[in-house]
């Protein structure tokens, strides 16, 4: 392979080919079968009754990267803004966040793209002890999160509040890796993935609904992958 690199460097499009080479055998790596354990756990019952691997999903064994539009990675200039229908805005820094009561959780991830994490593990804040800090009024029916670069995603206040949603930083023990968001992102485990953003800025809490970057280009806006709310 390096061969076949070095013979093609003087040509940018050989430099692109040796790259689609690595990628290819990421992808490798992550569509190995799963194990039987594996796929005994996908037929099981979760303790809300919900079979475990959500109709139309197959499992992969690590988190892929979905693209994007990078924020800052710095935890240094990480800044979250928590506004919108509050008694009390909050500005929150990484060592505040780091300072709040912290959640570890093993949770399922699953992409609309149709695959499936089992038993990837978070640690964060959970998204209910910052609205209390911050006093959610009673008008706010929606949460909305902002990221870098203008993309947002909207949720529903009552599933918001849920406690296996987090305003996470940690991924399997490391600090997120960049391209799934460093320093902080939300993760809303239940719906399809595009729910947690990456990259986070802000959380907005709304009166009213608003749909955000993937909603607004054929996404569903509910996203339950249970009842399969893949498109528009
Ligand atoms: N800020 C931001 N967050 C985002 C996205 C994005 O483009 N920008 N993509 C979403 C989509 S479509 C998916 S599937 C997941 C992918 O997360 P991952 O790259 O960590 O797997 O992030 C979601 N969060
Ligand atoms: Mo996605």
Redesign the pocket.
């Known amino acids: 392979m390096f061969d076949r690199r070095g013979a093609f460097s003087r040509r940018r499009f050989g430099e692109l080919a040796a790259g689609s080479i690595l990628v290819a055998l990421g992808g490798c790596t992550y569509s190995v079968a799963p194990t039987a354990e594996q796929e005994a756990a996908a037929k099981s019952l979760r303790s809300d009754g919900r079979v475990r691997l959500p109709p139309g999903q197959s499992l992969i064994r690590a ?7 990078p ?1 800052d990675p710095n935890p240094a200039n990480f800044r979250l803004k928590v506004h919108g229908e509050v008694r009390k805005e909050l500005d929150i820094d990484f060592k505040e966040l780091l300072a709040m009561p912290q959640v570890d959780q093993v949770c399922d991830v699953h ?3 149709k695959w499936t994490l089992f038993d990837s593990r978070w640690r964060g804040v959970r998204l209910s002890h910052i609205a209390d800090l911050a006093g959610v009024k009673d008008s706010a029916r929606h949460i909305i999160f902002e ?3 203008g ?1 947002t ?1 909207n949720i529903l206040l009552s599933e918001g509040l849920a406690p296996n949603v987090l305003i996470a930083h940690l991924h399997n023990d490391e600090p997120l890796a960049e ?3 460093t320093p902080v ?1 939300s993760l809303v485990p239940d719906l ?9 800025t802000g959380i907005r809490f709304s009166k009213e609904d608003e749909p955000g ?2 909603e607004t280009r054929g996404y569903n806006n509910h996203a339950d992958p249970w009842f399969e709310e893949r498109y528009a």
């Open positions: 988190l892929r990267a979905m693209g994007g539009a924020g992409c609309v793209t990221a870098a670069e993309y995603a391209e799934n968001g992102r399809y993935f595009w729910k947690s953003s990456k990259w986070l970057f993937w």
